[in-house]
C-alpha cells in the first residue's frame, strides 16, 4: 500500500482561482507536511499539521486534516502563476524508532495560467 | 534566513566510483536526514542521524551507503561502488518536526 497519495495528479487552473489538493494516507501519524517542489529544485516546506489539529491556515494556504479518515487537503486561494509547482505531502508516521520519517506521495502537479 | 546548503549541485560519476554529497545542514538542527528522488518518481526517505549516530534507515540505505558528521557543520552521504541506478536527486535535510530541505545534488551515474 501506498503512503501519502494525491489528488488530483494534475490541476491546471487560472490565475485567481483556488487550488485544492488532497492526500490520503495508510498509517497512523504524528503529523501531515505539505512541501512545494519548483521544476529540479529542492523541497520548500509549506505547512506542518499535528495529528491531533484539525485545520491550520498560513497565508493563502489553508490545510485541513481529518484523521478518521487519513486524509488531508490543501486549499491555496487566489493562484498566482508563481504557485506553478509540484505540491507534495508527506507523512511522519507513528511507530518509528524515530522522529522525522517522512513518507512522500507522487505529488499534485499544478499550473496556474496568468 | 538560515538554511541548508548542499554541494555539488551536480556531480557526475562513473559506475563502480565512490561518492561523497555534502551538505551543510542549519546550525542549531539536532536531526539530520538523507532523501534521494529518482527522476519523475517519490521522494523516497533513506537515513536519519541523531547524535552521531544512525536514527532509522531505509532498505535502498545497503552497506554502500554510509553517512558522516565529520565536524560540527557538514553531513556527509558516501557511495562506496556507484551503480546506475544510484543516478537521483539527493536532498539534505535538517529539523525536527518541520523538515528543511536543502537544494539537492543531481547526481548522474554514467
Known amino acids: 500500500s501506498q503512503q501519502g497519495e494525491e489528488d488530483p495528479q494534475a490541476l491546471s487552473i487560472q490565475e485567481g482561482e483556488n487550488a485544492t489538493m488532497n492526500c490520503s494516507y495508510k498509517?497512523?501519524?504524528?503529523?501531515l507536511q505539505w512541501y512545494r517542489q519548483n521544476s529540479g529544485r529542492g523541497l520548500v516546506h509549506l505547512i506542518l499539521?499535528?495529528?491531533?489539529?484539525r485545520e491550520k491556515h498560513s497565508g493563502r494556504l489553508r490545510v485541513t486534516l481529518d484523521t478518521s479518515k487519513k486524509s488531508s487537503s490543501l486549499l491555496i486561494t487566489a493562484s498566482r502563476a508563481a504557485d506553478t509547482a509540484s505540491y507534495f505531502c508527506a507523512t511522519d508516521a507513528t511507530g518509528g524508532t524515530s522522529y522525522g520519517k517522512l513518507t512522500f506521495g507522487q505529488g499534485t502537479i499544478l499550473t496556474v495560467h496568468p | 534566513e538560515p538554511e541548508v546548503t548542499q554541494t555539488p549541485s551536480h556531480q557526475v560519476t562513473q559506475m563502480g566510483q565512490e561518492v561523497i554529497l555534502r551538505c551543510v545542514p542549519i546550525s542549531n538542527h539536532l536531526y539530520f536526514y538523507w532523501y534521494r528522488q529518482i527522476l519523475g518518481q517519490k521522494v523516497e526517505f533513506l537515513v536519519s542521524?541523531?547524535?552521531?549516530?544512525?536514527?532509522?534507515k531505509s532498505e535502498i540505505f545497503d552497506d554502500q551507503f554510509s553517512v558522516e558528521r565529520p565536524d560540527g557543520s557538514n553531513f556527509t552521504l558516501k557511495i562506496r561502488s556507484t551503480k546506475l541506478e544510484d543516478s537521483a536527486m539527493y536532498f539534505c535535510a535538517s529539523g525536527w518536526y518541520e523538515q528543511y530541505f536543502g537544494p539537492g545534488t543531481r547526481l548522474t551515474v554514467t
Open positions: 542521524f541523531y547524535n552521531n549516530e544512525i536514527s532509522e
Open positions: 498509517t497512523s501519524i504524528n503529523n
Open positions: 499539521i499535528r495529528s491531533n489539529e
